[in-house]
Structure formats: structure tokens, C-alpha cells
């Protein structure tokens, strides 16, 4: 593989159940508090990500999980993106950007005309902060009674 190739990420609707997933969605939980005050942490249980507006997809590669996100329906012409993490092995190597691109394509086929998404100033985001830029996102107000502080931004993308 040359040093610009990009591997090649399966991305489907996965279980919620599966151990690999629990452990990267608990290390999600887990290592938010370190980055944000408890309460604006925009990480969900795996019991949230169960609810039936969410649509729940990881990345694997050779089987191994490289990264989760979810898309919210908001309403039939908004929807949020959810839950992104990358499983550290695969941090720098697409597969955050794989299923941002998935999460955004099923957008799109939905007819979304806008997708937001909340994340943290903090130093510890900014990786999280260029891939959402560069896949078009931009600061944006809050939206869904965000609260928007130090710690705390929405970001958004008009699709439609």
C-alpha cells in the first residue's frame, strides 16, 4: 500500500451487543470526562444509541473495528451525527473519515437538507474539528438545546 492509499473500511449497521463495540463505545464514555465537564459530554450509552431515531454503523477492516458513529433523525429535513470514535489502532488512517462519509451518503438518501453535530473545544477535539471541516462542516449556533460554552460547539453542514 503506498504512503496516500487509504484502507479499504466495510461500514454496516453492527450490533450494539458485540463485545469489540461495547469496549470502544465504554472507552468513549470513559475518556470524555478528561477532555469536558460531565455535564456536556455528547458521548452515548450503548442504551442510547439503542433508541429507534438513531441509525448505529461501525468501520471494520479484516473484521477488526477501526470506528462507530450514528446518525439522529431531528426531523424529516435535519439529522445529527452522534457517537464518532475511532479505536486508537486506527486513529490517522480513514477510518473515522470512512464512516463520517457513510453517515453522511445515508443523509443524503434520507433527503436530509442539513446535518449538525456537537463536539468539544477542547484541545483534545481538534483531530475530531478537521475531519468535520473537512468534510464540509462549520461552526454553527446551537440547535436542540445545546449548550454552547468554553467547552462546547455545534457544528453543521447544509446537504440539500
Known amino acids: ?16 451487543d458485540c463485545p469489540d463495540v461495547r469496549a470502544l463505545i465504554d472507552l468513549h464514555l470513559a475518556r470524555a470526562p478528561r477532555s469536558s465537564p460531565v455535564r456536556t459530554i455528547p458521548a452515548l450509552s450503548a442504551e442510547q444509541l439503542a433508541q429507534s431515531d438513531l441509525s448505529f454503523f461501525t468501520a471494520r477492516l479484516d473484521g477488526a473495528l477501526a470506528a462507530i458513529g450514528a446518525l439522529r433523525e431531528i426531523n424529516a429535513a435535519k439529522g445529527e451525527i452522534k457517537s464518532m470514535r475511532t479505536a486508537d ?11 463520517l462519509s457513510h453517515l453522511l451518503g ?40 445545546y449548550p454552547i460554552d468554553d467547552f462546547v460547539m455545534c457544528m453543521g453542514l447544509e446537504i440539500g
Not at 89 to 99: D, E, F, P, Q, R
Open 1 to 16: 500500500m503506498s504512503a496516500k492509499a487509504r484502507p479499504d473500511f466495510t461500514i454496516a449497521a453492527d450490533s450494539l
Open 89 to 99: 489502532a486506527y486513529l490517522g488512517k480513514g477510518a473515522g473519515s470512512a464512516i
Open 106 to 145: 445515508l443523509a443524503r438518501s434520507r433527503r436530509y437538507r442539513w446535518v449538525g453535530l456537537e463536539t468539544g473545544r477542547a484541545s483534545a477535539y481538534l483531530a475530531a474539528q478537521r475531519l468535520y471541516q473537512k468534510h464540509g462542516f462549520r461552526e454553527c449556533p446551537p440547535y436542540n438545546d
